[in-house]
């Protein structure tokens, strides 16, 4: 698996040319991006405690797998309207039950919120590490301007018996 899939997967289907990627070691991830992404949690947890407001789904883009759904999502804290996170994940049907799953197909709720809150048992595997030089579609959907170094992590998240549950690219803004 490609250290930057389903990124690479999104920019392939728009004919997007790929950002600059540059993998790093979990040690060389400056702070405070490395508190925020060298962990084994759930990614919107993580966010909501860091900025203390809870978090919402913005969909960029979405289209049927053939074993689940992939979508681009930006994240964004309630109260301010800032984007804290851009996403591009796959997310498997098979380790998800019916109700759980037409709330992934509408793609209204992040993935972490909605596995809290059907109570599916899952392990965080982080695959990798890297920065990332902004493009003007990671600038758009985080909503920058100007140059950007930004730092991120291709995730896999598995069910107890190692039935992948989804794997996703998540990149922050600055600090």
């Known amino acids: 698996m490609l250290p930057f899939y389903p990124l690479t997967e999104f920019y ?49 883009h979405r289209h049927a797998e053939a074993d689940g759904l992939a979508r681009e999502v930006a994240l964004t804290l309630v109260g301010s309207s800032k984007r804290v996170e851009y996403g591009a994940i796959l997310i498997h049907r098979a380790a998800f039950p019916e109700a759980a799953w037409e709330q992934v197909l509408g793609c209204r709720i992040p993935l972490g919120t909605l596995l809290a809150e059907h109570v599916l048992q899952h392990v965080s595997r982080p695959q990798a590490y890297f920065r990332v030089t902004a493009d003007d579609h990671i ?37």
């Open 12 to 60: 392939a289907r728009a004919a997007r040319p790929l950002p600059t990627l540059e993998p790093l070691a979990p040690a060389a991830v400056p702070e405070p991006y490395r508190r925020l992404l060298v962990h084994g949690n759930d990614m919107t947890p993580t966010l909501e405690q860091f900025h203390g407001e809870r978090i919402v789904l913005q969909l960029i």
């Open 139 to 175: 600038r758009e959907a985080l909503g920058l301007e100007g140059d950007h170094l930004l730092y991120g992590r291709h995730n896999r998240l598995l069910t107890g018996d190692d039935l992948v549950i989804a794997d996703v690219v998540e990149i922050l803004p600055p600090a």
